[in-house]
């Protein structure tokens, strides 16, 4: 066994022995004292070999470059002047794996590399104490979202990423070959996890993959993206408002609570509040023009009058409800009163749309008139609307984009940051 605990746990054993694996983080030889600093996915740890104290092929072996895979077993004592106030002294120190190629960039950040290079070497990239911490984070926000979903009462669904139509029509589509037939990478898992509720599961939640053919080039949008979404039966807009907000508030909750080392590495304070402020898009357009932005009601809110809509209001997370029914989606249900509302609403999380939603059309007369509005076949969706004439209870749902979410809690600029191995225009590998 190359490892019996990580550094995190070690740095608590102060007077026992232990094993450690990682990487070799920094070297400093100064003859008859060498120390190594050992990183692992948890922390550093700094072991010490001093001539005449410790075996002579231990401090041989101590000799290596940065980024070298090594293990070293030995006693954890106390230290003056050891960062972490612990030290590791060696009985045992071996090269797992030695390095053969020249390491792209400085792991310990002390030089700054440029993202596209990060993204290349995305590998030596993760080892760095920042990228560790955003991909933390968003472990622990995807965590909680299951959680949350799974308290509400939801069952997980993993629908298809290859569709026979688009989902919400347009022409930002990945067309597949599929045998004999053109298929599409899925834009949306809507249709399923409505189909889903309709079958009689009430509530869903699920965590997908979903592309949009969009040749955009801006720090938030992606080609291949990660949604988390959830599906209510027997529920309106405002039920499902109600949802997302007890989710997104659970999120941020955790990932303060569970992840103060990681934000702490980002130089970063996570608020999270205890309500959500809500507004209806007429609101928010009126208060626009009465601060003197000519902002036409229709218009979709772009990011320099979010960033206005901020600052009349005072802060920058906040829900936009009650859309005009010809900018959203064919499946978004119109007001009864006024069918030139609908009931969608978006939550911005400090500027930033991370979530949308809608009240769905479960009336089947009306969702062909709603296709037929947004220029759709009704005969492409046939499969579709036959779901809802065999009896479809009234239901709402929404998205969180978890790249962006991650984006904005992580406080950082790039939405590529946020994802692993990112597909953007240009980005295909690694």
């Known amino acids: 066994m190359h490892r019996t605990h990580y550094v995190s746990e070690a740095k608590k054993m102060v007077g026992q022995r232990v094993a450690l694996a990682g990487w070799v983080h920094e070297v400093r030889d100064l003859g008859k004292l060498k120390f190594v600093q050992l990183r692992d996915w948890t922390g550093i740890m700094q072991i010490t070999a001093k001539a005449g104290r410790e075996p002579k092929e231990v401090l041989d072996a101590m000799s290596q470059p940065k980024e070298t895979v090594i293990s070293a077993e030995g006693l954890v004592q106390e230290s003056k002047i050891a960062e972490a106030g612990v030290e590791l002294i060696p009985s045992k120190f071996t090269v797992l794996n030695s390095i053969t190629k020249k390491v792209p960039f400085e792991v310990t950040g002390k030089v700054p590399a440029d993202l596209d290079v990060r993204l290349d070497f995305r590998y030596v990239d993760l080892r760095t104490a920042g990228a560790s911490a955003v991909f933390k984070i968003r472990s622990e926000i995807a965590q909680a979202f299951r959680e949350k979903c799974r308290m509400l009462g939801a069952v997980e669904l993993h629908p298809p990423t290859i569709v026979e139509a688009a989902t919400e029509g347009g022409a930002d589509l990945f067309r597949v070959q599929y045998f004999e037939k053109e298929a599409f990478l899925v834009q949306s898992p809507q249709l399923y996890k409505q189909l889903a509720v309709i079958g009689g599961m009430d509530k869903v939640y699920m965590t997908v993959p979903v592309f949009r053919a969009e040749k955009h080039n801006t720090l938030t949008h992606l080609n291949e993206a990660l949604q988390m979404d959830l599906e209510m039966g027997f529920a309106d807009h405002r039920d499902a408002v109600d949802a997302l907000e007890a989710v997104v508030l659970h999120i941020l909750k955790r990932v303060a609570k569970n992840c103060e080392e990681e934000l702490k590495t980002l130089g970063r304070e996570l608020h999270a509040p205890s309500s959500i402020p809500r507004h209806t898009y007429t609101e928010l357009v009126e208060k626009l023009n009465e601060a003197g932005v000519a902002f036409g009601w229709g218009e979709d809110f772009s990011r320099e009058t979010e960033e206005k809509l901020a600052q009349i209001l005072g802060y920058s997370t906040y829900f936009i409800t ?6 959203r989606a064919f499946y978004s249900m119109p007001d009864e009163s006024n069918p030139e509302v609908c009931h969608a609403y978006d939550l911005n999380y400090e500027g930033l749309e991370i979530s949308s939603g809608a009240q ?71």
């Open 322 to 327: 009650e859309w005009p029914t010809r900018v």
């Open 360 to 430: 769905r059309v479960h009336k089947p007369d009306l969702l062909v008139r709603q296709l037929e509005a947004k220029n759709l076949n009704p005969s492409d969706f046939e499969f579709y609307i036959n779901a809802f004439r065999v009896g479809a209870p009234p239901h709402a749902g929404w998205s969180i984009g978890l790249d962006r979410m991650t984006m904005k809690v992580c406080g950082l600029r790039n939405i590529r940051e946020a994802v692993l191995f990112p597909r953007d225009r240009t980005r295909l590998r690694p």
